[in-house]
């Protein structure tokens, strides 16, 4: 799964244009979007240039895209990091 952080969602019309235009690029599928939280998560392996303009057309910016368990793992080093949580190998 991977998410892609989009600019310009501003309501839920915004989100069924996007979810609409995301569903229209072969290899995407799976797509999710949150005007809430600015961003659209899909499964597929379709390089960012392509998502990049297909939202372009459509008036909206691909600001990035990452990996969902790249997301999940950097929360968790923060929440061990701000607990000060020492995860280091001498602690087993």
Same mark, same amino acid.
């Given at each position: 799964?991977? /998410?892609?952080?989009?600019?310009?969602?501003?309501?839920?019309?915004?989100?069924?244009?996007?979810?609409? =235009?995301?569903?229209?690029?072969?290899?995407? #599928?799976? =797509?999710? =979007?949150?005007?809430?939280?600015?961003?659209? #998560?899909?499964?597929?392996?379709?390089?960012? /240039?392509?998502?990049?303009?297909? +939202?372009?057309?459509?008036?909206?910016? +691909?600001?990035?895209?990452?990996?969902?368990?790249?997301? /999940?793992?950097?929360?968790?080093?923060?929440? +061990?990091?701000?607990?000060?949580?020492?995860?280091?190998?001498?602690?087993?």
């Amino acid at each position: 799964m991977k /998410k892609a952080i989009i600019s310009n969602i501003h309501c839920e019309g915004c989100a069924k244009d996007i979810k609409n =235009v995301l569903e229209h690029i072969y290899g995407i #599928s799976n =797509v999710q =979007v949150s005007f809430e939280g600015g961003y659209a #998560s899909f499964e597929g392996f379709v390089s960012n /240039k392509v998502i990049s303009q297909a +939202l372009l057309e459509e008036g909206y910016h +691909l600001e990035k895209i990452v990996k969902m368990w790249q997301e /999940k793992l950097s929360r968790a080093f923060y929440f +061990l990091n701000a607990h000060k949580i020492d995860i280091s190998c001498s602690n087993f």
